[in-house]
Structure formats: structure tokens, C-alpha cells
T-cell receptor, first 114, second 113 residues
Framework: QQQVKQSPQSLIVQKGGISIINCAYENTAFDYFPWYQQFPGKGPALLIAIRPDVSEKKEGRFTISFNKSAKQFSLHIMDSQPGDSATYFC?????????????FGTGTRLTIIP | DSGVTQTPKHLITATGQRVTLRCSPRSGDLSVYWYQQSLDQGLQFLIQ???????AKGNILERFSAQQFPDLHSELNLSSLELGDSALYFC????????????FGPGTRLLVL
């Protein structure tokens, strides 16, 4: 059961461009939506997260846009750099003790080309 | 560096064997989560412990078990290993009051031959 759907599977963006990765969820009980960045051979690293009471959150070049009615959220990477080349995972969880397990999307392999 | 440590980094073993993966959470974190990452299944939640007690269970096989010790480190035991158990196993930890914010360790890469 795929509760968090992520697209695209892979993405190639030119340096300086905007990278956009989309996720959709099914379970309306989800109330915490983090994005993780993973480099080869490393563990996922928390990048940015949002709760459904706001529609957008920005941290540096990274922005999450959230659409509660559509049950969708997306990651925007502005001014994409070669160092951003990694796999990105969206995730969702419920902030209820014992239910905080993360349900992950399938990942997007992002490549930034010069 | 997330502050979560995992050992060993790599593990190669044979089918039918048993292995133990170890995780030390960040200082002050009481929750430990185990996840499996494989090419076909992606990142899947296995089990969660909170302050020594099992709190939630996911898609964890009966051949797998885990525990969290009084010093809060956790071990994931995998037995009767099969080829399909080859994967990356990650441990994550979170702080009391911020359970949903999970920090991942570097993982253990298990190869079953």
C-alpha cells in the first residue's frame, strides 16, 4: 500500500535552475511532512519539514509548498547546485505517540548538470 | 553527522546465519527506530522502541527482532537470513517531545550470500 507517492523518479536540472519534486499522500491523519536528502553510502539527512497549518516553509534555497485540500506537497530547490545532486525522499508521519513512524515516498534521484 | 552511530558499517554473511546490528541514539534521545532500505521496497519502517519498550511495529519479519537496552542503545537481530534480506538497515532516533523529527545513522549494509 503506497501511502505516499513521489514523482518524478529521476530529475536532471541545469545548474542555477529550480528543481521541483512532488509528493501526494492518502492518509489525512498525517500531520508532519519532512524531506530527507541522501547521498550514496550515507543515511538520510533531514532537510526541511512542514506541518499542515502552513502552506509554505522556506529554509535557504529549499522551500516546501503544501496543499492540504489536494493532499500534496512539494520541494523546490532554488539556484540548484552540483552539490545538491542526491536522492530526495518525502515522508509523512502522525504526531501521535507511537505513530511517529515515517512513511516514505519512493525517492527522486536529482542530478544537477553544469 | 547526525549523532546517531551504527555498527558495523558493512556485514557479509551466508544464508541461514544470524547477525546483530547495533545502534546508539543521539544523546538525550529516547526513541529508536529501525528502517530497511532495499531497491525493490524502498525505505520501510521496521520497529520503534521508546525508553526500552517496544512502541510500534511495522513490516518486520518474525525472523527479525530488536531490543533497546537501559543505556538506550538498540540492537536489531536478523536470523535465518535469506538472500532477500540483503539491504541497508538504518537506525534513527528522536527526542522526547519531538518524536516525529528523526535523525538517521549512517546505516549498516548487509549482504547475504
Amino acid at each position: 500500500q503506497q501511502q505516499v507517492k513521489q514523482s518524478p523518479q529521476s530529475l536532471i536540472v541545469q545548474k542555477g535552475g529550480i528543481s521541483i519534486i512532488n509528493c501526494a499522500y492518502e492518509n489525512t491523519a498525517f500531520d508532519y511532512f519532512p524531506w530527507y536528502q541522501q547521498f550514496p553510502g550515507k543515511g538520510p539527512a533531514l532537510l526541511i519539514a512542514i506541518r499542515p497549518d502552513v502552506s509554505e516553509k522556506k529554509e535557504g534555497r529549499f522551500t516546501i509548498s503544501f496543499n492540504k485540500s489536494a493532499k500534496q506537497f512539494s520541494l523546490h530547490i532554488m539556484d540548484s547546485q552540483p552539490g545538491d545532486s542526491a536522492t530526495y525522499f518525502c515522508a509523512a508521519s502522525i504526531s501521535n505517540f507511537g505513530n511517529e513512524k515515517l512513511t516514505f515516498g519512493t525517492g527522486t534521484r536529482l542530478t544537477i548538470i553544469p | 553527522d547526525s549523532g546517531v552511530t551504527q555498527t558495523p558499517k558493512h556485514l557479509i554473511t551466508a544464508t541461514g546465519q544470524r547477525v546483530t546490528l547495533r545502534c546508539s541514539p543521539r544523546s538525550g534521545d529516547l526513541s529508536v527506530y529501525w528502517y530497511q532500505q532495499s531497491l525493490d521496497q524502498g525505505l520501510q519502517f521496521l520497529i520503534q522502541y521508546y525508553n526500552g519498550e517496544e512502541r510500534a511495529k511495522g513490516n518486520i519479519l518474525e525472523r527479525f527482532s530488536a531490543q533497546q537496552f537501559p543505556d538506550l542503545h538498540s540492537e536489531l537481530n536478523l536470523s535465518s537470513l535469506e538472500l532477500g534480506d540483503s539491504a541497508l538497515y538504518f537506525c534513527a532516533s528522536s527526542a522526547p517531545g519531538a518524536q516525529e523529527t528523526q535523525y538517521f545513522g549512517p546505516g549498516t549494509r548487509l549482504l547475504v550470500l
